[in-house]
């Protein structure tokens, strides 16, 4: 049987996921990826909501500002990333130092 | 009985890509199964009844984020690795050791700890209606998006036009 619960299990395994990508992982990169999980996990959760509570579709809308943020913030996080690669030779988060003073 | 199987598969696809995305040790593999991650999403987006919102995900995240992930991966990639810090500390590898994951995991557990503790409380308030979903939604969301959501939509554009110009500008070269 199909219900909210299955979609929330779901999207929070995915968040999960996210966090543990976030905290272990030294990766720009990776960083990233655990960003995009964590974003889609709540986009999951409008939807499903949206699904099986209230039928007006708002959830909808708001899944798609998430998409578009994420697009945004991909976008400039990558720029970032590949122009730290050319100044420092490598994108280890440790490495980022360089306002530390 | 479609349904099922397609929010069968989507979930199996959503559970393994995201836990590999987690626990792989090469960051192109992680691009690969972030990919698969996100069509098991868009898959249950369309068991959910959402087909623009799915279009909408295959067409950007799968089409267009993994891509800039993958591009991002190969131009950074050969790094000259250091294994000490500019304070003499040995540096922890680039895709984590096993003193993080177990951080990550406790952080993790933690997490569903407060959570099941505090939605144990209200599970009342969280069964399922059947609601009466409309068929078509596209026609609903493109009423909604110039009527009641204008000003996000319209902030929208010009987030993404500051985005684009902000990236270009960033990852310009200075040569002289």
């Known amino acids: 049987m199909i219900n909210l ?9 995915m968040f999960l996921s996210g966090i ?3 905290v272990a992982r030294k990766n720009i990169i990776a960083m990233l990826l655990g960003i995009e999980l ?3 996990a709540a986009g999951i959760n409008f939807i499903a909501y949206t699904r099986f509570s209230n039928a007006n579709l708002d959830g909808h809308i708001f899944t798609l500002f998430i998409i578009v943020v994420a697009a945004a913030e991909a976008a400039v996080g990558l720029a970032i990333a590949i122009r730290f690669f050319q100044i420092k030779e490598t994108i ?5 130092v360089t306002l530390q003073g | 009985m479609f349904l ?14 995201s836990l590999m995305v987690a626990c792989t040790k090469d960051i192109m593999h992680s691009c690969i199964y972030l990919f698969f991650c996100l069509l098991g999403v868009a898959g249950l987006y369309l068991t959910l009844n959402a087909d623009f919102v799915a279009a909408t995900q295959l067409v950007v995240y799968a ?10 991966t190969m131009l950074t990639g050969g790094s000259a690795f250091q294994a000490h810090n500019k304070f003499g500390f040995k540096k922890i ?17 933690l997490f569903i700890a407060i959570t099941f503790k505090l939605l144990l409380n209200l ?14 939604t596209v026609r609903i969301i493109g009423h909604k998006l110039v009527t009641d959501h204008v000003l996000p939509f319209e902030i929208s554009s010009v987030l993404l036009l500051g985005a684009l110009v902000g990236a270009a500008m960033i990852a310009r070269p200075r040569r002289g």
């Open chain 1, 5 to 13: 619960y299955s979609y929330l299990g779901l999207s929070f395994v």
């Open chain 1, 92 to 96: 280890h988060i440790d490495d980022a």
């Open chain 2, 4 to 17: 099922k199987f397609l929010f069968i598969c989507s979930s199996l696809a959503v559970l393994f890509g």
């Open chain 2, 93 to 109: 590898p680039m895709m984590g050791s096993r003193e993080t994951y177990i951080i990550g995991f406790i952080s993790a557990f």
């Open chain 1, 20 to 22: 543990i990508v976030l």
């Open chain 2, 123 to 136: 599970k009342e308030g969280l069964t399922p209606l059947s609601g009466q979903m409309p068929f078509e």
């Open chain 2, 63 to 72: 089409g267009g984020i993994v891509i800039l992930m993958v591009f991002a």
């Open chain 1, 38 to 40: 964590v974003l889609n």
